[in-house]
């Protein structure tokens, strides 16, 4: 009985409620919350849905998206203009769908990648990552050589797949 409560405890998403005025109010705790607050939500693994209070609309992505901005704006950005442009680009072409996936895989990669370097990484600073990557060189061209390579064994099955779907040989 008792992994069934904290099964259900860990599904039960937190509600978020954004007002017109920009106000996030955590149901939760029944406070109102800033934007950072958010962010370490995301931090913690908490799952959570950010909701329109009057119209009850999903507003999750976007407050995501305003949380990755402000962090772009400030500090060191983590992508640069051709990045984004790139990105960008990727919007109303055939490979968006395709897009959205192939970044969600590489990213749940490095993911694993940091779990697996341990607990202690977790408080690295991006210049810490950095000055480790260069050391590491060898290792990390090696691991992500892998994915890479994974990466691109799994473009060109979809290509092929594509071709095939509409009849047309190489």
């Known amino acids: 009985m008792q992994a069934k409560k904290s099964a259900d405890a860990k599904s ?8 017109p005025n920009r106000r996030l109010y955590d149901t939760d705790t029944s406070t109102y919350i800033t934007l ?4 370490q939500l995301v931090m913690d693994s908490e799952p959570f849905v950010v909701r329109d209070a009057k119209t009850g609309e ?3 992505r976007s407050i995501l998206l305003q949380i990755i901005l402000e962090e772009e704006a400030s500090g060191s950005p983590m992508f640069t203009a051709p990045v984004l442009s790139n990105i960008i680009r990727f919007y109303g072409h055939t490979m968006q769908g395709f897009m959205g996936g192939y970044l969600e895989k590489n990213l749940l990669t490095l993911v694993e990648l940091q779990s697996k370097l341990g607990d202690q990484s977790k408080a690295w600073t991006p210049e810490m990552w950095t ?9 990390m061209q090696g ?6 390579e994974q990466s691109k064994s799994l473009f060109a099955q979809m ?3 594509m071709l095939g779907t509409f009849g047309i040989k190489r």
């Open 36 to 39: 950072s607050e958010v962010k």
């Open 143 to 148: 691991l992500m050589g892998n994915n890479l």
């Open 58 to 60: 999903d507003l999750t």
């Open 12 to 19: 039960a998403q937190r509600v978020i409620k954004k007002y």
């Open 131 to 139: 000055q480790f990557m260069g050391m590491q060189a060898p290792i």
């Open 159 to 161: 290509q092929e797949q």
